[in-house]
């Protein structure tokens, strides 16, 4: 008996040194221990054993489990040791290595521009407000005074959704659409994106930016006008700035202009940028016309308001001597992070 337990043990023994795992351990405490273990065998087949040799051999099968019961524990912190230093090892960080860097994004050279722009005219008491980039075709041009088949709505070709409802062409529907709201005086700048079955060049995109503005009141006049973008253009541009003023032609203006600024560049004397002429044109503007503040629910024998329309592309490249408007949307890293 004592030479089989001895069998049984070393067995068990062996098992456990060339055990790879925690789980193998736990099988062997199972295969000799456990229920139906090898040991536990024994102690059952005690009935077959001499009563008189029976304290004896209970002692001796009692011993060997204690013998294995120490070992498997010793082979078990042995396997929770080693899993440990592993994961130490594992997890260490060599704080030695070069630190990881972080880029941080910033703002794009059109909003850089917006927000110069915004600055300005909210310095001047102006509200900032947002229309919708999907509009009425009643919005971008019925009610400012572009009917059906007028030629104006053959150069501002966009995408339409169905027969009403189309890609804004220009940021002029928000002056409808906050006129409309009836909060008078209104003193307001619209900034959003619009859309132009345009090819891309340098300076055309079917997709760009413009800043409406937008001023109704009593006894406004062209005198405000002048004074308000003059003011505008010498804030954005610098002191020096000069403003002239072409009349031009808009269907929701009268009289209409568009507004020139003497070269940032040269003050005027011509070169590269003004294209020699000293002058560079910004924006579009003019009178509201009697016609539309009607049809938005103003008197125009009460109210006289003016408008504006700046393209914001073209203040950004303006500002920050971008000759290729493309740039600006190629959303190439190398290009942005200059601003
Ligand atoms: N909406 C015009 C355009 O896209 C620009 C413009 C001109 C807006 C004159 C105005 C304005 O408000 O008064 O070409």
């Not at 078990?76 to 994004?105: N, S």
Request: with cysteine; charged share 30%.
């Amino acid at each position: 008996m004592q030479e089989k337990l001895k069998a049984i043990v070393n067995e068990a023994l062996e098992k456990m040194k060339s055990a790879e795992k925690l789980d193998s351990l736990n099988d062997i405490k199972v295969a000799y221990l456990g229920k139906k273990g090898e040991l536990t065998e024994i102690l059952k087949s005690m009935k077959e054993v001499a009563p008189e040799d029976r304290p004896k051999v209970g002692q001796m099968v009692n011993d060997a489990r204690t013998v294995l019961e120490e070992k498997l524990e010793e082979a078990r912190q042995g396997f929770v040791q080693k899993i440990k230093e592993e994961q130490i090892k594992r997890e260490t960080i060599d704080v030695t290595l070069p630190a990881r860097k972080k880029f941080m994004g910033h703002r794009h050279p059109n909003n850089i521009a917006l927000e110069e722009v915004e600055r300005i005219f909210v310095g001047m008491g102006y509200e900032v407000v947002e229309g919708p980039e999907i509009e009425y075709d009643y919005y971008n041009f019925e009610a400012l005074n572009i009917p059906a088949n007028h030629p104006a709505k053959d150069e501002q070709d966009t995408f339409y959704v169905n027969s009403n409802l189309l890609l804004r062409t220009q940021t002029s529907p928000v002056q409808v659409r906050v006129m409309e709201q009836g909060n008078l005086p209104i003193r307001m700048i619209a900034p959003g994106r619009v859309f132009r079955s345009d090819e891309v060049d340098a300076t055309h995109s079917p997709c760009f930016n413009q800043i409406e503005g937008l001023v109704i009141d009593k006894n406004i006049t062209f005198a405000d006008l002048k004074g308000t973008l003059a003011e505008f253009a010498k804030q954005l541009f610098g002191e020096e700035t000069k403003v002239k003023f072409r009349p031009h032609h808009f269907p929701f203006t009268e009289p209409s202009a568009e507004v020139d600024v003497t070269c940032f560049k040269c003050g005027g004397k011509g070169c590269r940028f003004c294209k020699g002429s000293g002058w560079i044109e910004i924006l579009g503007c003019g009178m509201v016309h009697p016609n539309v503040l009607k049809m938005s629910g103003i008197d125009p024998d009460e109210y006289t308001g003016f408008a504006f329309g700046v393209g914001l592309e073209r203040i950004t490249l303006l500002k920050y001597e971008i000759d290729d408007m493309r740039l600006l949307y190629e959303n190439d890293i190398r290009f942005l992070k200059q601003f």
